[in-house]
């Protein structure tokens, strides 16, 4: 391979690369799963960090007892989908804030019993040490080649529809500093997935443990995309959409309401349930990983690529992890010796805020988004 011996591109050290794609990976995996809950259907969910946690204990405490990781993982996703049938039944029927409020008390509820219930979660102390995927493989030249291969055909489908997506949306744009955000838009991810490509390349060619991570969460994502994108453009997809516009007219038409959003809860609930084994994976897992502020962070990530859009979604995973995330990390950080330690978690929570805030007024439509489709102000 040509990039043996190489160990950073562009300054970039490779094993923090693959760790940053992990990472954007598996959070864009659980935003497209608040993406068809909130972005097309409707449904304001405060709490999503719930299907997560649920997907990490049952992926880790099943993968310990001897069950294969896939069925973990299955495992997982259909816990995380029953959670959201219960929250969706006893919630789903009344107005959107009381949806909000149910589920983020819901998000605390599963935190906390996965703090206290040591005798199955091993409490405060977490659990470190569990079977991880593709840990076990030998690298060898075929599996570079397999590896990279599947990478470039992930990568070339993704640059095509970035770039469709773009070109539809640039049409529809009247005002030039909309058009400008979409070239922006359109560079930095042409260029991370650029980026993101080549990094994986030379990573397949020092395989270890983290770069199989990387290349399972990479087709999970596009897989996930793929299935997503299908269903939204199917007839169901449609109904979700008009429901999101105006659920009466949707009653009007004989379509059970009530029905089509319980359904959309559970698939992302799912989706979020899949995502927790994919966090898993990549972190050590402590019940107080699984704090609100992961659900604001995808709230972040679906607003910045635009609500209602898959792709979006996606894009504003690579940017809320190469841009946003270091940001606020590093202006609340001890380097530059303006806040003490006890003060860095709550005014970075702060900055999030004003930056949603901000992206709110600005740009509400995020970057492949569109206006007409908002509906925290329906």
């Known amino acids: 391979m040509i990039f043996n011996e190489v160990d ?65 993982v299955i495992a997982g996703g259909i816990l995380a989908a029953l959670l959201g049938l219960l929250i969706g039944l006893s ?24 703090k206290n219930e040591a005798w199955l ?10 079977p991880r995927p593709l840990e076990k493989i030998e690298s060898s030249l075929m599996q570079q ?75 999970v994502l596009a897989l996930m995309y793929w299935g997503l994108e299908f269903l939204v453009r199917s007839p169901w997809g449609r109904i979700l959409k008009a429901i999101r516009e105006d659920e009466e007219v949707a009653k009007a038409l004989g379509k059970n309401v009530f029905w089509y959003k319980l359904q959309s809860f559970i698939l992302g609930g799912a989706i979020g349930g899949i995502a927790g084994a994919f966090y898993a994976w990549q972190f050590s897992v ?38 946003f995330e270091p940001l606020t990390r590093y202006l609340t950080s001890s380097e530059l010796g303006i806040l003490q330690p006890s003060q860095q978690g709550a005014v970075r929570i702060m900055l999030i805020g004003i930056i949603l805030m901000g992206l709110m007024l600005w740009q509400p439509q995020g970057i492949l988004g569109k206006k007409q489709e908002l509906t925290l102000n329906k």
């Open 8 to 72: 950073s591109f562009l300054g970039i050290p490779i094993g923090y690369g693959v760790f940053l794609i992990i990472n954007i990976a598996l959070y864009a995996i659980f935003a497209l799963g608040l993406n068809l809950q909130w972005g097309f259907t409707g449904l304001i969910n405060f709490g999503h960090v719930a299907f997560m946690t649920i997907g990490v204990y049952t992926t880790v405490l099943l993968s310990l007892a001897g069950v294969p990781l896939i069925l973990a």
């Open 91 to 114: 919630t789903l029927r009344l107005r959107e804030d009381y949806l909000a409020i149910m589920t983020i008390g819901t998000s605390e509820v599963v935190r906390l019993i996965a």
């Open 121 to 130: 979660t091993r409490g405060s102390a977490g659990i470190q040490v569990y």
């Open 145 to 219: 080649w397999s590896m990279s291969a599947i990478l470039t055909v992930i990568a070339i489908i993704g640059m095509w529809q970035l770039w469709r997506q773009l070109r539809k949306n640039w049409r529809k744009e009247a005002k030039i500093w909309q058009k400008i955000s979409l070239g922006i838009g359109g560079v930095v991810g042409s260029g991370l997935i650029i980026l993101t490509y080549i990094i994986g390349l030379i990573a397949f060619a020092n395989y270890n443990a983290k770069v199989g991570l990387m290349f399972l969460s990479l087709i």
């Open 286 to 323: 402590y019940p107080d990983n699984f704090e609100p502020i992961i659900t604001f962070n995808t709230w972040m990530i679906v607003v910045l690529g635009g609500a209602g859009n898959n792709l979006g979604t996606i894009l504003g995973a690579i940017l809320f992890w190469v841009t």
